[in-house]
């Protein structure tokens, strides 16, 4: 039995097979490569040329695989990309006059989610590029955090942090797609009120290589935030039993701090008059007596 494909929304499971799977009734045909325009809501604006050859050589020799799955194009005759486009674009690289494909009908919403959901479950969109999907989704056709969620197979606060990087400052934005900074450096960046600020702490980030935790604490400086404080490490139980043997022997409060190279033994008094117990106890005369 296939395997359903999880976080499809209600009927988009219906447009799309699950891997190779298809649907009852299904049937493929051999469309030509030029009635076929791209999918007006891909989200996907940046494609790795590498990839792209490597899948233009295998189509080359072996064709197209698995088909195509496209819409009727309200506009003409022709079909508008739902999934597939690196296949359809290597197609027409490697010459093929024609690919195979399923159609289906599909409304606009359905379009983009599609598009959004087939990159998802392949990994194929970079952060700004879902976060720009999920955008249109919420604002052009209503759908909650948490309807988006749905759809995607992602958690509400996953889709919710996604759409903060749309807040980022331009140069941070060019230095995310383009890799040099990661997603984790850029939601630290986030924290920062204004793209002013972004913008110059992202050439602090650039320039000393510093880690996204680093940029973290970064960013904590910028905003006037001190330091936690490192908690002190509790005394081993066979540390703090000689310290209680010490304080019983000199009757006031002993602490020893124990290093591999040596140690400290400090001896705490509160008084004249405890202090020269002390040294009697110790067995030190006090010269000023």
Known sequence: MPRKRSGLGKGLDALIPGGESRLPGDSVAYVPVKAIRPNPRQPRTRMDPDALAELTASIR??????PLVLAHDPEGDGYILIAGERRWQAAQLAGLARVPAIVREASEQQL??????????????????TAEA???????????????????????????????????????????????ISEGHARALLGLPTHQ??????????????????????????????????????PSPELRA???????????????????????????YY???????????????????
């Open 112 to 129: 983009l989610e599609l598009a959004l959901i087939e990159n998802i479950q392949r990994a194929d969109l970079n952060p700004l590029e």
């Open 134 to 180: 999920y955008r249109q989704l919420h604002e052009e056709f209503g759908l909650s955090h948490e309807e988006i969620a749905q759809r995607v197979g992602k958690s509400r606060v996953a889709v919710s942090n996604t759409l903060r990087l749309l807040k980022l400052a331009p140069e941070v934005r060019e230095a995310l797609l383009e890799g040099r």
């Open 197 to 234: 600020a972004q913008a110059a702490a992202l050439q602090t980030v650039e320039n000393l290589g510093l880690t996204v935790r680093q940029t973290e604490a970064l960013v904590r400086r910028l905003n006037g935030e001190r330091p936690e404080p490192k908690p002190k490490a509790e």
């Open 271 to 289: 008084s004249d008059e405890e202090l020269e117990a002390l040294l009697k106890r110790l067995g030190v005369e006090n010269e000023e007596a």
């Open 242 to 268: 000689l310290e209680e043997r010490l304080e019983s022997a000199l009757g006031t409060k002993v602490r020893l701090s124990h290093s591999r190279k040596g140690g400290a033994l400090t001896i705490y």
């Open 61 to 66: 020799e072996h064709g197209v695989i698995q």
